[in-house]
């Protein structure tokens, strides 16, 4: 089974600063998926940003960006000129490609990280 | 319309009561997912239906039953629980349950039993 270890439960980083955000994973497999997810206080869940284990190019979404390292099976999520409304629990999340018996829809989440962005 | 919408937003019954959880989308995905979630833990799996069909049950406690009445609906209904069934409940949808698509998450309706 795939388990995601994220090591990191609290960040703290000043406002227009930068912060990378830790993520490790544990898999058989050679094609998969990997999502940075973020949870605002009370408010709704949304994806940051993903990646596909084949593309070697690391994705990039404006400020956010990951450095994908499959051999290492490492995923961090940079998060670049930090605003307040960066606050948010960030939750890396691993999805399998050929899941059999409906397994192909889990997400394996971690456990999170809570960042705080100070003004 | 990306939303996915979440009713009530809060909820608090008796461990004798009856209740249900509403979760409605009309971006016209098939995958529809009920979550668990305790404070400052992510998202437990409870159910998956697929094309309006229970594709995956986590070995959920049968005091909690879910429902898709229709593509764009999914109901949790909710029956003599115990107050460590407190928790959010998010709902999420999804295009395509064979790819990689995103998952949107609602809200979520905060459930506290007493």
């Known amino acids: 089974a795939q388990t995601v270890t994220q090591s990191q439960p609290e960040m703290s980083v000043q406002e227009a600063e930068t912060v990378t955000l830790s993520c490790t994973y544990d898999?058989?497999?050679?094609?998969?998926?990997l999502f940075w997810y973020k949870q605002p206080p009370s408010r709704q869940m949304i994806l940051v940003i993903r990646?596909?284990?084949?593309?070697?190019q690391n994705a990039t979404e404006n400020r956010f960006s990951v450095n994908f390292q499959k051999a290492a099976k490492s995923f961090s999520l940079k998060i670049s000129d930090s605003q307040l409304g960066d606050a948010a629990m960030y939750f890396c999340?691993?999805?399998?490609?050929?899941?059999?018996?409906?397994?192909?829809?889990?997400?394996?989440f971690g456990k999170g990280t809570l960042l705080t962005v100070n003004p | 319309d990306t939303e996915v919408t979440q009713t009530p937003k809060h909820l608090v019954m008796g461990m004798t009561n009856k209740k249900s959880l509403k979760c409605e989308q009309h971006?016209?995905?098939?995958?529809m997912y009920w979550y668990k979630q305790k404070a400052k833990k992510p998202p437990e799996l409870m159910f998956v239906?697929?094309?309006?069909?229970?594709?995956i049950n986590e070995s959920v406690p049968s005091r909690f039953s879910p429902e898709c009445p229709n593509s764009s609906l999914l109901n949790l209904h909710l029956h003599a629980l115990q107050p460590e069934d407190s928790a959010l409940y998010l709902c999420?949808?999804?295009?395509?349950?064979?790819?990689?698509?995103?998952?949107?998450f609602g809200p979520g309706t905060r459930l506290t039993v007493t």
């Open positions: 999420a949808s999804s295009q395509d349950p064979f790819t990689s698509d995103e998952q949107y």
């Open positions: 971006m016209g995905h098939r995958a």
């Open positions: 999340a691993y999805r399998t490609v050929l899941g059999s018996g409906g397994s192909n829809y889990k997400l394996t």
């Open positions: 239906y697929s094309y309006e069909k229970l594709s």
């Open positions: 898999t058989s497999e050679s094609d998969y998926y």
């Open positions: 990646q596909e284990a084949y593309k070697q």
